[in-house]
């Protein structure tokens, strides 16, 4: 039986299947009159898509949707859909889809009413504070898939179309006001998506986990999920279907969003350039990854992954839990380097460069250095 439950943490979340058809309370509750879905271009067509305009427009609270968003969404998305936004007169936004979805969506929202670049609110000290907080639409999220969390996140990543850097933009009131944990919208996701956010939420996990800064909370989090992970993704890819494991898999991508306020590491400072350089998919990127960045992290954090270890049912402490990321990389597909999503070698001091700047980069254990950095990629590649 599939899992239903409202929560207030981090923020008001309906959790179940089937409870999208609420998403018209959900905006009321936000004090949205005349919303603007903001999704994906391979959503928008789609009919869980389709369901959630006609749910609106029924209501009388229209049916506007932008959907100009790229994989890895840019500033030339962000300023398209808030001039949609303006020009609609809307007053809040729905953020609909994956990761890309969730984060312009959330963006779209936060931008509409600034009067400053949005590189001016980058994760930077307190950056955060030139945001006129008032200007900020109420957000609504509803992820269709399960990995990257965004839907409980406060913040969005956006790639800087010139530089080709991804930059972290946040803001507390970037946190959806409601949030619709519908299992049921992700059953469509095609295995390989299924694969590639289920490792981002894994990853996530992982690395809030390892993270070497004080936060038992976000810690006791991030160790459930991956044991979620590890119990519930194989399910999903066998049976797409499998609407118990499915509501399984986005509770852990929503709890890996929340273990990370811990920090992220080295997984995600590889995987930040190599998205924006060669346009990969970002979980999958997170996937292959993983095995070379625990290998360098090991000295630091072996005793710690023991102790996960043992918590998910794997035996052999560090060395065992090393070989069950690989074996469950192998049984999903996951690429073993990443020449195989088409990372050449040509651009390696460039992204060593990028990731040394990443936000992400200070939360690994052992610290990035532009000498061991380039040897991740060497080693990923």
Not at 131 to 155: K, L
Not at 340 to 368: F, H
């Amino acid at each position: 039986m599939s899992p239903s439950a409202n929560w207030s943490y981090p923020t008001a979340v309906r959790f179940g299947a089937g409870r999208i058809s609420e998403l018209v309370e959900a905006c009321q509750a936000a004090g949205i009159n005349k919303p603007l879905l903001v999704t994906d271009r391979g959503l928008a067509s789609l009919p869980i898509t389709t369901q959630a305009l006609d749910l609106l427009e029924a209501s009388g609270l229209g049916r506007a949707m932008f959907s100009e968003v790229d994989p890895n969404p840019n500033e030339k998305n962000l300023e398209a859909g808030v001039n949609v936004f303006k020009n609609g007169g809307h007053d809040g936004v729905i953020a609909f889809g994956g990761g890309s979805g969730l984060d312009l969506g959330k963006l779209v929202a936060f931008q509409a009413g600034q009067s400053r670049p949005v590189w001016d609110f980058e994760d930077i000290g307190d950056w955060w504070t030139r945001a006129d907080a008032d200007a900020i639409a109420p957000i609504i999220a509803v992820p269709t898939t399960a990995g990257t969390g965004s839907e409980v996140g406060r913040a969005g990543v956006l790639t800087n179309s010139v530089t080709h850097v991804k930059k972290i933009i946040f803001h507390p009131k970037l946190l959806p006001a409601v949030t619709i944990c519908d299992p049921e919208l992700t059953v469509g996701m095609p295995k390989i998506i299924t694969v590639g956010t289920g490792m981002d939420a894994f990853a996530h996990c992982l690395e809030a986990y390892s993270s070497p800064f004080y936060h038992p909370m976000s810690q006791g989090i991030a160790l459930e999920g991956m044991r979620l992970v590890k119990e519930n993704l194989p399910l999903v890819v066998a049976d797409g279907s499998n609407i118990a494991a499915r509501a399984e898999m986005m509770s852990a991508a929503a709890m890996g969003a929340v273990a990370f306020q811990k920090g992220l590491g080295a997984i995600h400072a590889l995987s930040h350039p190599i998205g924006a350089v060669y346009n990969t998919h970002h979980g999958m990127t997170n996937a292959v990854v993983m095995p070379p960045v625990l290998e360098m992290n090991r000295p630091a954090i072996e005793d710690r992954i023991a102790r996960a270890a043992a918590y998910m049912g794997i035996a052999g402490g560090f060395d065992g839990f090393y070989e069950y990321v690989q074996k469950l990389r192998a049984d999903l597909g996951v690429p073993d380097k990443l020449a195989g999503l088409g990372v050449g070698r040509d651009r390696i001091d460039e992204m060593t460069a990028m990731a040394l700047e990443d936000p992400s980069a200070g939360g690994n254990p052992v610290t990035l250095t532009t000498e061991n950095t380039k040897a991740l990629f060497e080693a990923c590649i």
